[in-house]
């Protein structure tokens, strides 16, 4: 038998209820391979061998019983104070049962580790963290994204086969985009924000990182805590956002405009389509994204901590404080009408798609991008693809669509209706289906190597 | 406004806020100025003086009131 963290999540979840695969066992085989496999990515921060062998003691029946199951270090644990990727988190928030752990819980999963993240969210690449960066499998002198990036690295490598993220401005997708998995930014509240270091900010939702559609949509699931039907999609319509190829590696948008071929020919109507409003997206969502968690932060804890806050994200919080409010006020706006564009735009289509990132994951020594346009930072120029999401409240995912010649992953951005998680997850099915699967059940040369 | 221009208001008004800076915060805020400062300075230009304001705002559903520009 292949080791069990190659199975998919729902093979697992499958194996265990069959009694095929001892959990206790999975559990073992898992805490062994991140021991082995995770130091080139530095995906994992914290594992947890007695808490994990009392959840899964403890587990309940349920779609995900005996499952081990990553958390990014943003929710409360039982035993463990989420760390936001820095030395403390800003907001107090101590150990308890975060919303997440709860859901978890009772579907029987166990949490078995959290993973890394770029420090205080605050960045697309996961190059900045109180742990030290986190790569990409696929190359991990690149960046895994963030700044949920060490859950999307910990899938991609088959530590686990599911984790869970969080998205304040694309920080599921970027990661999921650069580590070639599958990774959902649910719509804005629908899972509970207790004991989430963020739970505070508009922007900001949790969300499943797995290899392909059909894990994702289990682990959904369980974080909504009800089904999330499964319905074909060939009927569906999909819009292409066509200003969103304007600044793209030609590599990129290569892939993306193949992948959305390959869906025209699996039975989906294909039309162009326009957003107004995208002009200020970017800066919106980064002055929310900056400003909404200074109320939060507590100037005490920033004080005995200030010290080991890397430079950059020291500078960029006193960047922040010199934003004119009126700016702050104008975000109202913008979000307005891209929400109202949306709306607009969703009449007409079920599904909207265009390029998750730009460019291909950038080195972490240097995380900045190539675009027709020049050379940006990666954050700038990611923001500008995702924040639209996030400022509107509405799910959005990144699909695996292809690889650059150098064997980087690329991710295909689709965005539904708030009321429509689902349909994001039936096309990214029928992707896989038309693609024959070939970049979803990719492994990266590190999982190769070991997996031997 | 030129980096040192910038450089020099930021020093000032973060001093008066209390809050210390020392050049490597000056050298980062000066990079993220000539990043995201364009892009600030264009919101602020922007006429939106059209776009109606979303008085029942909610991020988990749509709103409710799609008419009328923007």
Redesign the interface.
């Known amino acids: 038998m292949s080791h069990p963290q190659d199975l998919s999540l729902r093979d697992q979840a499958q194996s265990v209820a069959s009694g095929e695969l001892d959990a206790t066992e999975l559990l073992e085989a898992t805490l062994s391979r991140i021991e082995e496999r995770d130091g080139p990515v530095n995906s994992i921060v914290d594992v947890f061998a007695s808490e994990s062998a009392r959840m899964l003691a403890e587990a309940p029946d349920g779609p995900l019983h005996g499952v081990p199951i990553a958390v990014k270090d943003m929710f409360a644990l039982p035993w463990r104070a989420p760390r936001d990727g820095a030395p403390r988190n800003l907001e107090g928030i101590g150990p308890g049962e975060s919303a997440v752990y709860q859901r978890l819980r009772d579907a029987g999963a166990v949490v078995v580790a959290v993973t890394n993240m770029h420090e205080f969210g605050a960045g697309s690449t996961g190059h900045v963290s109180a742990y030290g960066p986190c790569g990409t499998p696929w190359n991990p002198a690149r960046c895994a994204g963030g700044s949920s990036g060490g859950s999307g690295a910990a899938v991609a490598a088959r530590l686990v086969a599911g984790a869970v993220g969080t998205d304040g401005g694309g920080s599921i997708r970027y990661p999921a985009s650069y580590c070639g998995i599958t990774g959902l930014k649910l719509?804005?509240?629908?899972v509970p924000s207790h004991g989430y270091t963020h739970g505070f900010a508009?922007?900001g939702a949790p969300g499943p990182m797995c290899r392909d559609a059909a894990d994702a949509r289990l682990l959904a699931e369980a974080l909504v805590g009800r089904p999330m039907e499964q319905r074909r999609a060939s009927n569906l319509k999909l819009g292409v956002v066509r200003s969103f190829w304007d600044d793209v590696d030609p590599e990129v948008a290569e892939r993306c405009d193949s992948a959305i071929e390959r869906l025209r020919e699996g039975g989906m109507e294909v039309t162009e389509v326009q957003l107004?409003?995208l002009?200020?997206v970017?800066?919106?969502t980064?002055?929310r994204l900056g400003l909404e968690a200074s109320p939060y932060a507590k100037p005490e804890i920033y004080a005995e901590i200030e010290e080991e806050v890397s430079?950059?994200g020291?500078?960029?919080s006193?960047?922040l404080?010199?934003?004119?409010a009126?700016?702050m006020a104008?975000?109202?706006?913008?979000?307005?009408?891209v929400?109202?564009?949306?709306?607009?735009a969703l009449a007409e289509v079920d599904v909207l798609a265009w390029p998750m990132t730009p460019a291909p994951p950038p080195p972490i020594e240097s995380p900045v991008v190539q675009l027709p346009s020049g050379t940006?930072?990666a954050d700038?120029a990611n923001v500008h693809h995702g924040g639209i999401a996030n400022l509107?409240?509405v799910p959005a995912m990144s699909a695996p669509c292809g690889f650059t010649g150098d064997r980087l992953p690329v991710g295909l951005h689709l965005v539904a209706?708030?009321?429509e998680n689902e349909r994001l997850l039936d096309v990214a099915e029928l992707l896989e289906q038309a693609t024959d699967r070939a970049f979803v059940d990719a492994a990266p040369p590190l999982a190769q190597k070991t997996a031997a | 406004m030129d980096p040192e221009g910038f450089q020099a208001?930021?020093r000032a008004?973060?001093e008066r806020?209390g809050?210390e800076?020392d050049e490597?915060?000056?050298?980062?805020?000066s990079v993220?100025?000539g990043?995201?400062g364009p892009?600030?300075d264009?919101?602020?230009a922007?006429d939106?003086s059209e776009?109606?304001?979303?008085h029942d705002?909610?991020?988990?559903?749509?709103?409710s009131?799609?008419g009328g520009p923007?």
């Open positions: 719509t804005w509240g629908l508009s922007l107004e409003g002009e200020h970017r800066i919106s980064v002055l430079p950059v020291r500078a960029l006193k960047y404080m010199l934003a004119p009126v700016a104008r975000t109202e706006l913008v979000r307005a009408q929400r109202r564009a949306l709306v607009r940006h930072p700038y509107a409240g209706h708030w009321r | 208001y930021a008004a973060l806020m809050v800076v490597v915060d000056l050298a980062v805020m993220a100025e990043v995201y892009g600030r264009a919101l602020l922007a939106l776009v109606p304001r979303e705002f909610d991020p988990s559903r749509a709103p009131d799609v923007g």
